[in-house]
T-cell receptor
Framework: DAKTTQPPSMDCAEGRAANLPCNHS???????VYWYRQIHSQGPQYIIH???NNETNEMASLIITEDRKSSTLILPHATLRDTAVYYC?????????????FGQGTILTVHP | EAGVAQSPRYKIIEKRQSVAFWCNPI?????LYWYQQILGQGPKLLIQ????????DSQLPKDRFSAERLKGVDSTLKIQPAKLEDSAVYLC??????????FGQGTRLTVV
């Protein structure tokens, strides 16, 4: 599995954009980047994924650099309910096909 | 669409006792995961099923943990005998393709 590196914590003001970075310098050409979040006392929630193009859905946008070694999850207008742990995951290929491995993630705190 | 159902939500047992958790995935989802999440850590994959076959169980403590997926639908995870360090939230997830998995609420196990 490609290893991912995320900052342990970030703060964001309510209503502002939250930009969560992730480094995945060992990613291979056919590996996707997935983002999940986990709100306190709930199971993880899928947010978005991408391969090389930028992606957007109703929850967030995903910006992947051209060399694919890093990505940024953007919550355009953060609310207090977006306070959660955010996980960036690059599922493995080959013998570890389809393995969702969670790291420590980034604790995002949205404050009023 | 109904989500992933897990039961029970909470369980308290004494060490050396046995316990079983049940998961009903989203209808039609071929992939089913069991994760263990210890307080303050990210979820750790215990076992992954594709239909009723095991894809990955490399982190399942097989001397005490077992899991099965009946007819490629429901799944049970069993611990026998339980140890204090098994206290955790056990999460079940399912997916239809790729790694966009949907998680249940989890079962919080306390071993005393």
């Amino acid at each position: 599995d490609a290893k991912t590196t995320q900052p342990p914590s970030m703060d964001c003001a309510e209503g502002r954009a939250a930009n969560l970075p992730c480094n995945h310098s060992t990613i291979s050409g056919n590996e996707y980047v997935y983002w999940y979040r986990q709100i306190h006392s709930q199971g993880p929630q899928y947010i978005i994924h991408g391969l090389k193009n930028n992606e957007t859905n109703e929850m967030a946008s995903l910006i992947i650099t051209e060399d694919r070694k890093s990505s940024t999850l953007i919550l355009p207008h953060a609310t207090l309910r977006d306070t959660a742990v955010y996980y960036c995951i690059v599922p493995g290929g080959g013998t570890s096909y389809g393995k969702l491995t969670f790291g420590q993630g980034t604790i995002l705190t949205v404050h009023p | 669409e109904a989500g992933v159902a897990q039961s029970p939500r909470y369980k308290i047992i004494e060490k050396r006792q046995s316990v079983a958790f049940w998961c009903n995935p989203i209808s039609g989802h071929a992939t089913l995961y069991w994760y263990q999440q210890i307080l303050g850590q990210g979820p750790k994959l215990l076992i992954q099923f594709q239909n009723n076959g095991v894809v990955d169980d490399s982190q399942l403590p097989k001397d005490r943990f077992s899991a099965e997926r009946l007819k490629g639908v429901d799944s049970t995870l069993k611990i026998q005998p339980a140890k204090l360090e098994d206290s955790a939230v056990y999460l079940c997830a399912s997916s239809s393709s790729g790694w966009a998995a949907f998680f249940g609420q989890g079962t919080r196990l306390t071993v005393v």
